[in-house]
């Protein structure tokens, strides 16, 4: 029997390079396994979480998509599908629902950092975020989660929301492990937490070009503090040269540590390696753009696909519960 695996990304931008190296590589890495069965989703649903554009959003999970595909994820291999034409989500969430008290997500940590963020947009849908992405993930009783590493705590409810159904009700919800990669945790280029889309000048896009990536990388700051330690910008530098130059890394630490490091090269070394990560990228990206049938195709598909398996999930839940059938 295949294990299965589920991951999605909400549709609040433009990729960038943490979302790739956190999430979309390992979801590369477990589609191109054959003993994984992959589901990827565009976590639209929970988007509409915290403030968003309405006029944009359409274009945007439709973007999330096209990043998939230029990244290298394959609907021959993986079901890539859109979360809310999907309503057994919503459905199953809601008898998630029934196992989970409010003290508990109020505790979430990621739930206390967006009151603090939105403090005007404390929603009942901003307390369900982890029980509808429990509910994403347990509907295809999918064991392994590629995402980075400040999902923890979500996966966490995840494995307790399966525990309770199972305990409750009977069900057999296997408990999801999160699938970490070496890029779990890509800090922000201005040396400070993690890069991040709601963060200006933290990120590098997917689609930066050569010269705008040279440009970030170079601004990053790094100004040496007494005792050579790696702290803010340096810090985030090295972490880019161990993800981007592994063979050269120590090199340069050796570098910085006698005092001989020229940091313009360095930066220039990383940026023409992530670019060079980020170029045939690129190119599919254009030509994905202009397949406008494709892309519709691969949407339409993938939600059939992943409706066969939810809508069976459902069932048995409801069924388990003592609902009418
Ligand atoms: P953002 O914080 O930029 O809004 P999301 O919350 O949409 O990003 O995250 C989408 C996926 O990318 C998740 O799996 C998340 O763990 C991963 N991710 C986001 N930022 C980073 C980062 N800086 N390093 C590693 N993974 C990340
Ligand atoms: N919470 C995830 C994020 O912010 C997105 C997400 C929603 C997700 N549902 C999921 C990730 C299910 C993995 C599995 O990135």
Known sequence: MKSTVLSGIRATGKLHLGNYLGAVKG???LQDKDDFQTYYMVADLHTVT????KTTLRGSIRNIIIDYLSAGLDPQKSTLFIQSMVHEHIELSYYFSTVTTVAKMQHVTTFKDKVKQHPEHVTMALLNYP??????????????????????????IAREVARRMNQEYGTSFPEPRRFATKGEYVPSLSGEGKMSKSVEGSYINLTDSHEEITKKIRSIPTATVAGGELTGGLRSLFSFA???????VENY?????????????LKDAVADAIYHDLESIQEKHRAVEQNISFVDDVIADGA??????????????????????
């Open 242 to 248: 161990e993800l981007f130059l592994p063979d050269q």
């Open 27 to 29: 979801m590369l890495e």
């Open 50 to 53: 915290t403030p968003y554009e």
């Open 253 to 265: 630490r050796n570098a910085f540590q006698k005092g001989t490091l020229k940091f313009v090269e």
């Open 131 to 156: 029980v509808l992405m429990s509910a994403d993930i347990l509907l295809y009783k999918a064991s392994l989660v590629p995402v980075g590493i400040d999902q923890e705590p979500h996966l966490e």
């Open 304 to 325: 059939q696909r992943a409706r066969l398996i939810a809508s069976k999930t459902l069932q048995e839940v409801k069924e388990k519960m003592g609902m009418p059938l």
